[in-house]
């Protein structure tokens, strides 16, 4: 199982729809993965460290260095295949990296 850590700025709207947008289409794909969706000001060092992906809604600064492959994930909010299937493609390239 993948996970994946999606964020926005107010872990409201747009991470949850990132969060379901990559549920879906990966499991179209083939794999299997479980997403969170979160408040960006409320990320840890800790928190990301147990996640396979960091998909936020834009590359964000932290205090710390993000572990983990980091894939921003925006696109996903327009719902145009165009637009949206580079970051499913991403997604999937690191997973297939990460080997899990």
Do not use: W
Not at 25 to 42: C, S
Not at 80 to 88: L, N
């Amino acid at each position: 199982m993948i996970k994946i850590l999606a964020a926005c700025g107010a872990g409201i709207n747009s991470s949850h729809q990132i969060k379901n947008g990559l549920e879906e289409e990966m499991k179209k794909r083939g794999y299997k993965v479980q997403a969170d969706a979160v408040v960006i000001k409320d990320i840890t060092k800790e928190m990301v460290e147990e996640y396979d992906i960091f998909a936020p809604i834009s590359k964000p600064k932290f205090s710390f260095e993000i572990p983990i492959p980091v894939v921003e994930a925006g696109p996903i909010l327009y719902r145009i295949p165009a637009m949206s299937a580079p970051v499913f493609d991403e997604i999937e390239s690191v997973i297939k990296k990460l080997q899990k």
